[in-house]
């Protein structure tokens, strides 16, 4: 795992924009395509908004989500309007290619359409993934058990509301070739600091073969290293 610590959570979200575009840059020259699981919640959103001011050519980007909320599709709170305020819905990537977790189907019924969403996708070429306080990650919660073999897998009980969700399983979510964490915030000190003492969590269940990189912030990191120039 690669970490950079940096200044700030601008400073997080502009790295990060610049690793995605490279990354599509790479994938659209050797594939023609630039498969993308985009993370939830609150970081990464400064991240899409700065990738809605560059240029790139929109028309190969093919996205996925990370996880959802079960809640209606126009809900303020779900991740595909924090994704559509702030990427999808100033920057020209055709409708067919971008692929929201049906989550207000219910939790069983939208993660067993997600697999047939996902099939063909795999691997995919970045996903990029949050972190919460208590270390879950997308919405894989620490204590919570999921069948193996599943790619997606439907959430109940979730700490973090709404209690119902679908998340893209831990294979699932290892199945890149580039795997990026955002955290930023002190209140995420100790998850960070129990993932880097070695101790199992939702996060090091994540393993890909390619590339893995936490991009943090100096409140994030706490006393570790100074931010890197
Ligand atoms: C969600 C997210 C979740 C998020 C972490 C961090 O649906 O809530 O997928 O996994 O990434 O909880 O959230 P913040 O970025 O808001 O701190």
């Given at each position: 795992?690669?970490?950079?610590?940096l200044?700030?959570?601008d400073s997080?979200?502009?790295?990060?924009?610049?690793?995605?575009?490279s990354?599509?840059?790479?994938a659209?020259?050797?594939?023609?395509?630039?498969r993308?699981?985009?993370a939830g919640g609150?970081?990464?959103?400064a991240c899409?908004?700065?990738?809605?001011d560059?240029?790139?050519t929109?028309?190969?980007?093919h996205?996925?989500?990370?996880?959802e909320r079960?809640?209606?599709p126009?809900?303020?709170?779900?991740?595909?309007?924090?994704?559509a305020?702030a990427?999808?819905?100033r920057?020209a990537?055709?409708?067919r290619?971008i692929?929201?977790?049906p989550?207000?189907r219910g939790a069983?019924?939208?993660?067993?359409?997600?697999?047939q969403?996902l099939?063909?996708?795999?691997?995919?070429?970045?996903v990029?993934?949050?972190?919460?306080?208590d270390?879950?990650?997308?919405?894989?919660f620490?204590?919570?058990?999921?069948p193996p073999?599943r790619?997606?897998?439907?959430?109940?009980d979730?700490?973090?509301?709404?209690?119902?969700?679908?998340?893209?399983?831990?294979?699932?979510?290892?199945e890149?070739r580039?795997l990026?964490?955002?955290?930023?915030g002190?209140?995420?000190q100790?998850?960070?600091?129990?993932?880097?003492s070695g101790q199992a969590?939702i996060a090091?269940?994540i393993q890909?073969s390619?590339t893995s990189r936490?991009l943090?912030?100096?409140?994030?990191?706490g006393?570790?290293?100074?931010?890197?120039?």
């Open positions: 795992m690669e970490q950079e610590i200044d700030s959570p997080v979200a502009e790295r990060a924009c610049q690793l995605i575009l990354a599509a840059a790479n659209i020259a050797r594939r023609g395509l630039f993308l699981v985009l609150t970081t990464p959103a899409y908004r700065r990738l809605a560059a240029a790139a929109w028309q190969h980007w996205l996925f989500f990370g996880d079960c809640l209606d126009d809900d303020p709170d779900r991740n595909s309007t924090m994704v305020t990427l999808t819905g920057v990537i055709p409708g290619q692929h929201p977790i989550a207000e069983e019924i939208a993660a067993r359409d997600y697999e969403t099939a063909g996708a795999l691997p995919f070429d970045l990029l993934l949050g972190l919460g306080e270390g879950h990650t997308a919405s894989l620490p204590g919570h058990v999921h073999g790619l997606v897998v439907p959430v109940h979730a700490p973090k509301p709404p209690p119902d969700r679908v998340s893209l399983s831990a294979a699932a979510l290892g890149c580039e990026i964490f955002l955290v930023t002190a209140g995420k100790a998850a960070v600091r129990q993932w880097q969590c090091s269940g890909t390619g936490l943090m912030d100096s409140a994030a990191a006393s570790q290293a100074t931010p890197a120039d």
